[in-house]
C-alpha cells in the first residue's frame, strides 16, 4: 500500500481519474482546508452514466445537446471530485487549489466557503438514493482528505446554502458515511 504522502502529487489524489478543469482559483491566503461539501449532479437530471458532467466541468459540455442545458448555458464550475454510480471517481481542481462548487453560502461561522472546502460531487439527484459503490468510495476518499489536510467538518451543499441548494438531500444517508469513517460526530452536520 502506498504511504498517503505519496498518494498526493501538489493537491492531486492518485487513485482519482485526472480531468483538468479550467475553472478555478488561488486560496486566499492562510486558508485552513477544513471542510468538505457534498454535492449530488447528474447531467440531464436523473439521467446517469454519461460523459456530460465530465464536459460541463472541463467546459466542452455542448449546450445543444439536451433541452435542459439550455438553462445552465455558459456556466463555469467545478468540482474537487466526482464520484460515479459505480464508485468511479475523477478529479477536477487540485485540492490545493479553489474549484467553483459551492456558490454564495457559509458555514461554521466563515462565509464563501470555496475559499476554504473540497466539493466531492455524486452522481445522482437529489433526494434520491445512492449507490454502495458510492459511500464506500466517499468515505476512502474522505479518510485519504482527512490525513492529508486538516479536515474538520463534512457538510452537504444544502447545509453550506440552505433554500438555495438542496443537494444531496434526503436520500442521501449520513448515517451511512458516519459507520464508515472515523469521523467524529461533531465533523458531520446535525440531520
Known sequence: MPSPTSIWQNGWYSPAQRHDSPNFGPRPEGASIDL???????????QYGGN????LFTNQLNWDAH???EQIRGLE??????IRRDGALLQFVSCDDRAWHAGQSAYRGRSNCNDDSIG???????????EPAQYACL??????????YPIAHIAGHEHIAPGRKQDPGPGFDWSVLKSLTNFSDQCFPLV
Do not use: D, K, N, T
Open 52 to 55: 456530460e458532467v465530465q464536459a
Open 67 to 69: 433541452p435542459y442545458f
Open 139 to 148: 468515505a476512502r476518499l474522505s479518510q485519504a482528505l482527512a490525513r492529508h
Open 77 to 82: 464550475v467545478s468540482s474537487h471530485f466526482y
Open 36 to 46: 468538505l461539501v457534498v454535492h449530488s449532479i447528474s447531467l440531464p437530471p436523473g
Open 120 to 130: 466531492i460531487e455524486l452522481e445522482g439527484l437529489e433526494g434520491e438514493l445512492f
